[in-house]
């Protein structure tokens, strides 16, 4: 999946997923945090997301349990998902490493830049 970028919400989806298997409710709180609350990740967006996480094998379904009569299925990252995460992060790690090289160049200041 490296070939392209990730979008924002898959890492989020699968970097919330990487420490814990988490339901549904706890992923968005937990996407929330992983983002400084950037990112409010909407139900059906979430739910579309897991599904086709699921589908591609990156994420599995830990557990279906009733809680107060209501379904809960806990989700968890799977080892395509962790192996896509780190590649993932590895790309970035990368990028970064190139903007802050980049951006540490002395360039000589030319004449009239100290006005």
Do not use: C, F, K
């Amino acid at each position: 999946m490296t070939e392209r970028s990730m979008q924002e919400p898959t890492l989020l989806l699968l970097t919330a997923l990487a420490d814990a298997p988490r339901h549904g409710y706890a992923l968005i709180e937990e996407i929330a945090t992983i983002s400084q609350d950037r990112v409010r990740m909407r139900t059906g967006t979430l739910y579309s997301a897991l599904d086709r996480l699921l589908q591609q094998g990156r994420i599995r379904i830990e557990r279906d349990e009733v809680i107060d009569g209501r379904a809960r299925r806990t989700y968890a990252l799977a080892d395509a998902g962790r192996a896509t995460l780190a590649a993932e992060a590895d790309r970035l790690r990368a990028m970064v490493a190139e903007a802050d090289r980049r951006l540490s160049v002395i360039r000589p200041m030319t004449r009239g830049a100290l006005a």
